[in-house]
């Protein structure tokens, strides 16, 4: 077994933009069919090393419709961040308001106990300025009401788009391993933790699906796949890693592939749960095997069938 390659990607599929020259890249080196695989995938691995040291970082390329959701999402968050803060204003400013008229309150609840005290000019003072100010109170009052039923509408508002974008209850994570000669799917290994799976997870899933034998393991330059612990397990099990080009998930099409495949093929399939779905997986991995591949050197070969005629010679 050659190589392994693992995918948990998703595949983008464009046109790339006319030239005239002709690009150097490491994958240039599969250019010449002639010449030994192991050969010509040592070379690939010190070739792209080498371009990394040397090429700047692109920024990545995101799905348009996720990014448009995670704008979505950041500006709804935002504007209520800020609904919630206007609202935080407001009822601080609206407290402050409520101890003035307590005191004003206070103050004329006095007035009327002491009238005797005061003169008849200061006692028509009192009276005049009273009315003004309980009015304005009532005024407020009817003001707050109108600006709490703005609020609510625009709490309502929020809800609803909300309510309009999709929703993710939870995730489940699958790991694409397949054999880059026979096209065996190696296994599907289900992580539950969804997006918070680690790699660590993800070694411990591959120590028991690689092969004694392999030489080459392509992958995706996920953080899974570049961190310590999958390290480890290169250095462990000696084979070789080799890191596809940055944001060209079709240098690992035979991956890509099957992730494409496997999608369409849970289509119209439903589960439950992680248990059935696993269930699910089980029998994708077998039918996958069996059936002819089109890929194949040899057509009408299913890659188990492919993978016996190697091991006997």
């Known amino acids: 077994m ?17 030239t005239d020259q002709i690009a150097d890249y490491p994958g240039r080196v599969f250019e010449d069919k002639k010449r030994d695989y192991a050969e010509v995938m040592l070379e690939f691995v010190n070739r792209s090393r080498e371009n990394d040291k040397n090429s700047l970082r692109i920024p990545p390329e995101i799905d348009a419709e ?4 995670k704008a979505k999402k950041q500006a709804l968050r935002l504007e209520e961040s800020a609904l919630q803060d206007q609202r935080r204003q407001v009822r601080e400013q609206r407290r402050r308001e409520d101890i003035v008229w307590k005191a004003q309150k206070e103050n ?23 009315p003004l100010i309980r009015n304005a109170r009532r005024h407020q009052v009817a003001q707050r009401q109108l600006e709490d039923n703005q609020w609510r509408q625009q709490r309502l508002s929020l809800r609803a788009r909300w309510d309009q974008l999709p ?9 694409i391993v397949t054999d880059n000669c026979t096209r065996q799917c190696v296994g599907l290994p289900l992580f539950i933790a969804g997006s918070h799976v680690t790699s660590q997870m993800v070694v411990d899933a591959l120590r028991h699906l690689l092969p ?6 392509i992958s995706d330059r996920g953080v899974h796949f570049t961190a310590q612990a999958f390290q480890d397990l290169v250095n462990d099990e000696e084979f070789i890693h080799v890191l ?4 060209r998930p079709q240098s690992n099409g035979i991956a890509e592939r099957l992730v494409r ?4 093929w849970l289509k119209d399939k439903s589960w439950l749960d992680h248990l059935q ?5 089980q029998l994708f991995l077998d039918d996958y095997n069996h059936r002819p591949h089109q890929g194949l050197p040899i057509p009408g070969l299913s890659p188990n069938e492919f993978a016996k005629r190697i091991y006997l010679f």
């Open 108 to 130: 004329r609840r006095t007035q009327v106990l002491n009238r005797s005290h005061y003169s008849r000019s200061e006692r028509k003072q009192q009276d005049e300025t009273w």
């Open 167 to 175: 929703i993710v209850t939870s995730w489940i994570a699958i790991l």
């Open 244 to 247: 596809i080009a940055r944001h």
């Open 212 to 217: 004694p034998e392999l030489l080459f393991l």
């Open 277 to 281: 779905l696993d269930r699910l997986l």
């Open 66 to 69: 996720a990014a448009s959701l």
């Open 2 to 18: 050659p190589a392994v390659s693992g995918s948990s990607g998703r595949l983008v599929v464009e046109s790339l933009p006319e």
């Open 261 to 264: 495949t496997l999608k369409e």
